[in-house]
């Protein structure tokens, strides 16, 4: 990652700014990420400049795949923030193919047991530690040109599980013994279906799951991550100290803006057509 694009005057400066996404996972500053499910490099270099330290391209829901992501992977490097992808499953050839394309780390979905969760590891970790396929000449690799890659490769790729079910709730604490998890992430609305109160963020029994396995994260040295639809949500599971907040969907953050540029016009139009001061 080179220069610093983003807007914050207390930035610091690139030299100084952390590359390794696994150690910056585990600072105490909060790590901010957006979704994106629009495949445009144009969108990419908006998120880093409005501050996002990482942006999730997200394969399972957006309308590309991995043939997509070099150009948005450069786009983030370059610009100096995170790109990580959620792939579409927990399959070692995506999850590989993401990695080769120079993505920071992996967001891997719908983990539901150990078996599962180790399974995922494995595939973002070159052996010893897992079963990666090895190939010096992939984009992260320098094409060939970064004969230490394979030496810092698992030091610096991050792999962030998805727990979004009951059965993940249940297996958490085997799951966070897992060695080189990076980090635990959680989706509200898919937990809100799974503990049986559908679309019902706020209930007692999605908050007390997200606060606990927060909790349990950091106890284990693991990033704990939470998917936040607006500023105030993200806030709140900061608080509760979530390090990793992934505020919204490119989708909603545009349309949201569009729809509130709309109505403010239009409500400065009297029936006469004429534009009140």
């Known amino acids: 990652m080179t220069a610093d694009y983003r807007n914050d005057g207390d930035s610091a400066s690139s030299a100084h700014r952390e590359t390794n996404l696994r150690r910056r996972l585990r600072q ?6 957006l979704f994106s499910i629009i495949p445009a490099v144009e969108l990419v270099e908006i998120a880093a ?12 829901h957006g309308s590309y795949g991995t043939e997509t992501l070099p150009a948005l992977i450069l786009a983030a490097r370059a610009h100096g923030i995170f790109p990580i992808v959620r792939v579409r499953c927990n399959d ?5 193919a993401a990695l080769d394309a120079g993505a920071a780390g992996v967001l891997v979905p719908q983990i539901g047991s150990t078996q599962e969760a180790t399974k995922a590891v494995r595939a973002a970790r070159f052996a010893p530690q897992g079963s990666r396929g090895a190939n ?7 094409y060939g040109c970064s004969p230490r890659w ?49 679309g019902q963020i706020d209930h007692e029994s999605v908050r007390a799951a997200i606060t606990t ?3 349990h994260a950091l106890d284990a040295n693991i990033a704990p991550g939470v998917f936040s639809p607006t500023a105030a ?9 979530a390090r990793f907040v992934a505020i919204g969907v490119d989708t909603a ?22 534009i009140q001061n």
Do not use: Y
Not at 28 to 33: D, G, I, Q, R
Not at 92 to 96: C, Q, V
């Open 253 to 274: 953050h545009i349309g949201f803006a569009l729809s509130n540029l709309v109505r403010d016009v239009r409500s400065a139009v009297p029936a006469t057509g004429r």
């Open 92 to 96: 070692a050839a995506l999850i590989g």
């Open 150 to 198: 394979f030496e810092t490769a698992n030091s610096e790729t991050a792999v962030l599980l998805m727990i979004e079910g009951a059965e993940g709730l249940e297996a958490l604490d085997s799951i966070m013994d897992i060695p080189d998890l990076d980090g635990i992430f959680l989706g509200p609305v898919d937990l809100s279906h799974a503990l049986g109160v559908p």
């Open 213 to 215: 396995t927060v909790s």
């Open 136 to 142: 010096p000449w992939v984009r992260a690799g320098g």
């Open 49 to 60: 400049q409005s501050g996002f330290d990482g942006i999730i391209l997200d394969t399972e």
């Open 28 to 33: 105490s500053e909060p790590f901010l990420a």
């Open 233 to 241: 949500v993200a806030k709140t599971w900061l608080d509760c100290g």
